[in-house]
């Protein structure tokens, strides 16, 4: 603190090692001669590279109810007995899952994971530790929670026959989260708890091999990236197959689920 006259104005000096020469040259009102008090000096003599630090921290995005992991990576003199911990923007706080010491670079890797993720969960999170040469907190990392899509409206149905549905995806509108990056169909007679699951790549799709006079339920698969990221089953659509006849010539039986054709002589 440096005085002139009655007034007193606080000076500014450089911080660094105890190693580092640093002056302070106080400025006085109307160039009058000035005094400097100094109280409680504490130095601090610790190398940059004692002192943890964290790497950046990345940020981290899971689908829904997939577990999502924190990779906290400390560097200088940082011990697995020192206290790792990673801390929710809503001051929330969690401890590791693991902690791995790689000695020779000198390095902590303290893993923090989020099990089973949710939406609610998704936040800013940062990693903090603490050691007898001082303290370390990383910059803030975003856990980004996706919801797999699922579609808003039932198939479409275009024609049908005794055997076959035709069927337009209509997945126009969808909830949750893209992009879609597969499009599957699931279906099953409507008296039967056995399903078939097929990919589709275009889309309107034929669903054949089927029993005449029957009853389908007809609903689609959407995944986005990732894991877990496929949705549940959208809206089904309920269409019957036609009765069993006579096609150009052709006559459709059906036997254990199997499906025979038999040309009729002519």
């Known amino acids: 603190m440096a005085r002139s006259g009655t007034r007193w104005s606080w000076p500014s000096a450089p911080s660094g090692p105890a190693s580092t020469r640093s002056f302070s040259k106080p400025r006085s009102q109307a160039e009058q001669k000035g005094y400097i008090g100094l109280d409680d000096i504490v130095l601090l003599n ?3 590279y004692k002192v943890p630090h964290f790497t950046r921290l990345g940020d981290v995005e899971v689908n829904a109810g997939q577990n999502a992991t924190f990779q906290c990576v400390a560097t200088g003199r940082a011990a697995k007995t020192d206290p790792f911990t990673m801390e929710r923007r809503n001051g929330v706080l969690m401890t590791p899952h693991s902690l791995t010491s790689l000695v020779g670079e000198r390095r902590l890797v303290a893993w923090f994971q989020v099990g089973g993720a ?7 999170y940062r990693c903090i530790t603490q050691s007898s040469y001082g303290a370390a907190v990383s910059n803030f990392a975003e856990l980004i929670v996706r919801v797999p899509p699922t579609p808003i409206a039932p198939p479409q ?5 005794p055997t076959y549905l035709i069927i337009q995806l209509n997945t126009n509108s969808i909830v949750g989260d893209g992009p879609v990056i597969r499009r599957e169909i699931v279906y099953r007679a409507s008296h039967s708890p056995w399903s078939e699951t097929h990919g589709v790549n275009a889309l309107t799709y ?3 091999h089927l029993e005449p006079d029957t009853e389908y339920r007809i609903s689609v698969l959407l995944t986005r990236p990732g894991e877990g990221g496929t949705g549940p089953p959208g809206p089904p ?3 019957r197959t036609k009765c069993a006849g006579r096609e150009g010539g052709i006559a459709w039986r059906s036997d254990l689920h199997i499906h025979q054709y038999y040309l009729l002589s002519q």
């Open 46 to 48: 610790y190398p940059c």
């Open 237 to 239: 659509l309920v269409s």
């Open 118 to 124: 949710q939406r609610g969960e998704q936040d800013l």
């Open 157 to 161: 149905l275009l024609r049908s026959g």
């Open 206 to 208: 034929k669903v054949w």
